[in-house]
């Protein structure tokens, strides 16, 4: 767990981040959205000490950050920012073993854990250890970016904007790959971006900011139905808001009986997709598919209500 | 497709069409096929008296040479693969040397140790021509630094065997040499210890001075002033300044006269050649440092490296190939630099070059001259490629 | 005025009096001598030598920043663009030369004196500005030259227009560059008995007269830092009005 206890960070008198309080829980994602110059990256370069408080407190798991030397601290943290800061000058396997070596671990474990981690981001080790960082594509650099992060197996993890240079094909499957390591090491992670649509689709919880100010911090959902200020809800976008929500949810938690004509959704995809396929082939329910066999339904009537503003 | 219709079409006529910079070569080698290939002189002092190829050389070799210089200007002038125009272009040099050997033995008169032959305005046309041949040919194919490297070992290492069969010796700058050769290696012992020792110690003080200029901004621009400064002095006047305070340590400090420290001679020499080294060495530390990509520092730190990790395992690797190119500017003009030596009693090559302008002996200062400009010459193609290698990753090819 | 400004102010003002009346710094130079040697130079007028000196090294300077420029514009046009390789080697290979080697080697040509100066100078300045015009024509912003040519520019109309404007803070900067160097450069032309401030180097390490070798090498430095600063100078001016490549 994070705790950010009225953190303030001043620059030359003026405060680029003014008292924040924000509590992260283990094993979530938490995003910090807002605009440049909102703060969120020089709150979240606090939590490693990259940037000293002003005044206030920062704990991990309870101990005062501040007692903990920084580069100790940096070792315990993973950290990928955008454009991933890989060494052009090492090879892809050594970037990755970076960490583990400042800790000192054994040659064989700290090799074991390269090939591990470069398989887990669909790098074939044998083909991409010994290669230079600038031989590699955008996408790749980005995943042993985040591989080299990962290496010493920390428990939290702090990105800056880590898919800003990624176009949105990319984009979408370094997203889809960071959530399935999430969820398999159950890492905290503490991610920073200026776009609304990768914080809903990411985040545990999404912490806007402004003007160094936390403005709300709550679940996807709350923000889009209840967002806090009018900058939030500028941020969301008003016309984006039904669609946000929508895309929230499965089709597989809004099942209903039934059957009904035409192609098949798959019972994982959002309901937002759901959504634009009854518009787009004007049918007014889909049949749904799970592991091949149709299970049920989901309706436009259903849909509607979901995407309702909330009464 | 009309496309690939024509494509091969001018490939095909391609071959036929003019290189313009061989049409160039043409011109200056024609030129210097027309002027004197060697110059005989019947002693040192007296002018020169101009002998073409034709009367240079016996019969057959003067035919041989004709021919080689006309199948060179082929290569030189037609679209022929850059490989082609490189090996012709050795060919022709390598002629022209073994050939102005042959000159000279052919031109000497028998047991005449009085009489000079030395390279005319032909030859050294020639050698311009086909030097930007090969130039040429090599800039194009892009060589790998090893293949370079090979190459100019290549070279140097025909050049000894030509220089050690001694066809060369009645070349009249080998004459000079044979009168002298004791004093030749012992001032090129002194010019290489100069123009290199004078860069390791510019480099032992100058980089970290570069780290320490990058760390504290405030020290920046005093550092970099002050050497600037002393840039703007010319090199015989500081050469003569530190003569005095030179001469002053060697009297009154215990000790430093031991250390080979005095007035006049290498001292003096060493201390401007590394106080002109400096600013090099120092702002392209400075620079270098200041490349490093910030978001590999940035990410350095995050990681929880320490200033000293930071600096050995990330930042000075990245700016080492801008270190190094520092390093190769100083290590050029220091060997240039170094024949000035001479003129303060420091030693080094420039004692010919300053003996021959002396005596009016161009012979002599070529003595000086050719083994100073081989010299910066190596470095520089050494150096070079060494900074090729060292920069991998940091630059896209 | 800026505390700079007054400093190089007062270092001319210093200059010009040393010239006019080198004896009033008889004093001051004669700390440096021993055995009653001569305080000032006393083998011809400092001021002659002066002027001399920079006129060789204007004229040299001018030459070669004509043909420079010339020769890097003609490279960089699609008519030249076989020469662009061996260009940049020889430029390379040139600086391995070193300046006494090309002196000494255009005496039989040019004999002793001032034209084997001027022309080791000339060749020398050449590699800077050479160097410094081509990596301005080359390194032009892409935008604005494919700006330039959709706009319809013809080729002459874009090097006058477009590219020698924005390049011509880098060729400044390397006419500032091969100027200092060949201040410093021509005082070895006196050991080809050029009139030169080397003269007055040469004839105090001759003697063993450090005051001689103290006065030649203060004045060009002196000289080289006043027109370094001048030649910057001149180009913030310029480049200010011309607008600057964003960096």
Request: hydrophobic share 50%; glycine share 10%; proline share 6%.
């Amino acid at each position: 767990m994070i705790e950010i206890d009225e953190i303030t960070r001043r620059y030359d008198g003026e405060d680029v981040v003014d008292r924040v309080s924000l509590t992260i829980q283990p094993r979530s994602i938490c995003v910090i959205v807002g605009t440049s110059g909102s703060g969120k990256t020089t709150l979240m370069r606090m939590i490693n000490k990259l940037v000293e408080p002003s005044s206030g407190q920062i704990r991990i798991d309870g101990e005062d950050i501040a007692g903990i030397p920084a580069y100790e601290l940096r070792r315990r943290i993973g950290y990928v920012i955008q454009g991933h800061g890989l060494f052009p000058h090492r090879t892809v396997g050594q970037n990755v073993a970076t960490v583990p070596k400042l800790l000192g671990w054994e040659k064989r474990r700290t090799e074991e854990r390269v090939d591990e981690l470069l398989q887990l981001f669909q790098l074939d080790p044998a083909q991409f250890r010994n290669r230079l960082p600038h031989e590699l594509s955008g996408g790749q650099q980005q995943r042993v970016g985040v591989a080299r992060a990962l290496a010493a197996k920390p428990n939290i993890l702090l990105m800056d904007e880590p898919f800003g240079a990624l176009d949105p094909v990319i984009r979408a499957k370094a997203q889809e790959d960071l959530l399935a390591i999430q969820r398999r090491f159950g890492t905290t992670i503490v991610l920073v971006t200026h776009d609304m649509e990768e914080a809903i689709h990411l985040g545990d919880t999404i912490a806007v900011m402004d003007g160094g100010k936390l403005l709300q911090s709550a679940a996807p959902a709350e923000i889009i139905r209840n967002p806090a200020t009018p900058f939030v809800a500028e941020l969301i976008g008003t016309s984006e808001r039904p669609f946000r929500l929508l895309s929230l949810g499965r089709v597989a938690d809004h099942l209903e009986p039934g059957h009904a004509e035409g192609e098949a959704i798959d019972a994982a995809a959002s309901l937002r997709d759901a959504f634009a396929e009854l518009l787009w082939s004007g049918r007014s329910a889909l049949p749904v598919r799970r592991d091949g066999e149709i299970v049920g339904q989901v309706t436009l009537a259903a849909l509607s209500r979901l995407a309702a503003r909330p009464q | 497709m009309s496309i690939a219709g024509i494509s091969p079409l001018t490939a095909r006529t391609g071959w036929f069409k003019l290189d313009k910079l061989g049409v160039l070569i043409s011109l200056v080698a024609l030129a210097g096929a027309w002027l004197p290939f060697v110059l005989f002189r019947a002693n040192r002092i007296v002018p020169g008296d101009p002998r073409p190829v034709t009367e240079a050389l016996p019969g057959p070799w003067a035919a041989l040479l004709i021919t080689v210089l006309l199948v060179g200007l082929l290569a030189a002038l037609f679209r022929v693969a850059p490989g082609v125009k490189l090996i012709m272009g050795l060919v022709v040099l390598g002629s022209l040397f073994v050939l102005l050997g042959l000159s000279a033995n052919f031109l000497t008169p028998d047991s005449d140790s009085f009489a000079r032959i030395s390279p005319g305005a032909g030859f050294w046309l020639l050698l311009l021509a086909f030097a930007l041949l090969v130039t040429d040919a090599l800039a194009r194919l892009r060589l790998r630094p090893w293949v370079r490297i090979a190459i100019l070992l290549g070279v140097v290492g025909a050049m000894v065997l030509l220089l050690g069969s001694g066809s060369f010796n009645q070349v009249s700058t080998l004459k000079e040499y044979a009168t002298r050769a004791p004093a030749f290696w012992s001032e090129a012992r002194t010019h290489l210890a100069l123009a290199f020792g004078s860069v390791a110690l510019a480099s032992v003080v100058g980089i970290p001075l570069g780290i320490w200029c990058f760390r504290i901004k405030r020290v920046r621009a005093a550092v970099l002033n002050l050497l600037n400064m002393v840039q703007t002095i010319p090199s015989i006047a500081l050469f003569g300044l530190l003569i005095a305070p030179l001469a002053w340590m060697a009297a009154n400090i215990p000790g430093a006269s031991a250390l080979g420290i005095s007035g006049i001679g290498t001292a003096p020499a060493l201390v401007a050649l590394f106080a002109y080294s400096l600013l090099p060495i120092v702002s392209n530390t400075l620079v270098g440092l200041l490349g490093v990509p910030p978001a590999a520092v940035d990410a350095a730190m995050g990681m929880g490296m320490t200033g000293r990790q930071r600096l050995l395992g990330v930042e000075l690797p990245l700016a080492f190939p801008v270190i190094l190119t520092g390093i190769r500017i100083v290590l050029v003009q220091n060997i240039g630099l170094a024949t000035i030596a001479a003129l303060i009693g420091g030693g080094g090559f420039g004692v010919f070059v300053f003996q021959g302008i002396g005596q009016t002996a161009m012979d002599l200062v070529l003595l000086g001259a050719v083994p100073t400009v081989v010299l910066a010459f190596a470095a520089a193609v050494v150096l070079d490629a060494l900074v090729e290698t060292t920069s991998r990753g940091t630059r896209k090819p | 005025m800026s505390w700079g400004n007054l400093v190089r102010l007062l270092a001319l003002g210093v200059l010009g009096v040393f010239l006019a009346y080198p004896e009033a710094f008889a004093g001051f130079f004669s700390l440096f001598t021993k055995n009653n040697q001569p305080a000032i130079y006393n083998q011809g007028n400092l001021l002659d030598i002066t002027l001399n000196h920079l006129l060789i090294v204007g004229a040299a300077t001018l030459a070669a920043t004509l043909i420079a420029v010339g020769l890097a514009i003609i490279v960089t046009r699609p008519f030249g663009a076989e020469f662009l390789p061996v260009s940049r080697s020889l430029a390379n290979a040139g600086q391995t030369f070193p300046p006494v080697a090309v002196l000494a080697l255009a005496v039989p040509v040019l004999g002793f004196g001032t034209a084997p100066t001027l022309v080791a100078l000339f060749l020398y300045g050449l590699l800077p500005i050479f160097e410094n015009t081509l990596t301005g024509l080359t390194n032009l912003p892409p935008a604005v030259t494919d700006a330039a040519r959709g706009m319809g520019m013809t080729g002459w109309q874009r090097l006058v227009k477009v590219e020698l404007p924005l390049a011509l803070p880098v060729i400044l900067a390397g006419v500032r560059l091969s100027t200092v160097i060949s201040l410093a450069t021509a005082t070895i032309g006196s050991t080809v008995a050029a009139r030169t401030l080397g003269e007055v180097i040469i004839a105090g390490l001759l003697s063993g007269n450090t005051a001689f070798v103290l006065q030649g090498g203060l004045v060009v430095g002196v000289l080289a830092v006043l027109i370094y600063d001048g030649l910057a100078a001149l180009e913030r001016r310029l480049t200010g009005r011309m607008g600057r490549l964003p960096s």
